[in-house]
Each structure stands twice: as structure tokens, then as C-alpha cells.
């Protein structure tokens, strides 16, 4: 697994990149995904987070997390079946799953917020984030049901209880 991480914002807490990782591959593991991938997460500041936004989705606010899937889900397909279709990268070996954006000013506005310490929100947003890369979304009810509860599962995995 290749994660590149890059602070663009925030005190270039890179202490925290172990985390990080830590997060992408307990998410990885818990959905069964056992092919080598590669991505790309990015801190970076509110502003920043809100240009993407505006640009991307047509919303002119800061988010907390953008994720950007790279593999195409075929229907009727989860994501572990769809990864062994996608191209490797010839000097990894790895499939390039996509790009997580994360805003770090959301990271310590919502940490306050509920309660909890930076580094469990930042836990949660990776963790999110990768559940948006393997395909799960919360438009519904349904939906936002299996999030939480896959999100909950991997961060208690991770001994990172709310």
C-alpha cells in the first residue's frame, strides 16, 4: 500500500500521517480488500477545501472531507470485485484508488464540537472518506445506516471509541 500525504495547512502535524495510514488500512481490511493500492490524501485549510467544493460539487461552502474515487464500480459489483479489473500501476503494482482532501480547520472545529480528541476526528474522516472510495455514499437513509455503522466498526478496530 502507498498512501502519499501532503499538508498543505495546519501545523504539518506529519506525526499523525501513521494515523492516517493506520485508518486507510483498517478500512481496506475490513471490506476484505486484499489487492495493493495506492492514493493520495491532502490537509489542507477551509478555504482551500471550499474552492474544491464550489469547483466539484457546485457548493460554495467548506466541507470536512472530499473523496475522489478512481475505480469504476460495475453494477452488480462491489468494490472488491471491481479493483481486479482496474489497471496497475507498472512501477507499484498497485491499483490507484483515489484522492482524500481533508480540511484540518474542520478537523479541529468538529473535534471540539463532539466532544472528542483531533486525532479520532481525523480518524473518522479517513475512515469516511475510504468508505466514499469503496463505494458506499449516505444520499439515503439506507444508505447513511451502513456508513455509520461500518464507520463505527472500523474505529472501534482501530481502539478508537467515541
Known amino acids: 500500500m502507498s498512501v502519499y500525504i ?3 495547512y495546519g501545523d504539518q502535524e ?3 500521517n501513521p494515523l492516517i495510514e493506520d485508518a486507510i488500512r ?8 486484499s489487492e495493493p493500492v495506492e492514493l493520495s490524501v491532502t490537509i489542507m485549510s477551509n478555504d482551500e477545501i471550499q474552492e474544491i467544493n464550489l469547483d466539484q460539487r457546485g457548493m460554495n461552502k467548506p466541507t470536512d472531507v472530499l473523496s475522489f474515487p478512481m475505480v469504476n464500480i460495475m453494477i452488480g459489483e462491489q468494490f472488491s470485485q471491481s479493483i481486479k479489473h482496474e489497471p496497475k500501476n507498472p512501477e507499484t503494482d498497485e491499483v490507484y484508488v483515489g484522492d482524500i482532501v481533508i480540511s484540518w480547520d474542520k478537523v479541529l ?3 471540539k464540537l463532539y466532544g472528542h480528541s483531533k486525532e479520532r476526528e481525523l480518524g473518522f474522516l479517513v475512515v469516511h472518506s475510504m468508505l466514499h ?6 444520499e439515503t437513509e439506507a444508505e447513511e445506516a451502513i456508513m455509520i455503522h461500518k ?3 472500523i474505529l472501534e ?3 478508537m471509541k467515541r
Not at 483498517?26 to 480488500?33: D, K, N, R
Open 14 to 16: 506529519t506525526a499523525l
Open 151 to 153: 464507520q463505527k466498526e
Open 133 to 138: 472510495l469503496m463505494g458506499y455514499d449516505h
Open 157 to 159: 478496530d482501530m481502539g
Open 26 to 33: 483498517y478500512s481496506l481490511t475490513y471490506e476484505g480488500i
Open 109 to 111: 472545529e468538529q473535534s
Open 6 to 8: 501532503e499538508w498543505l
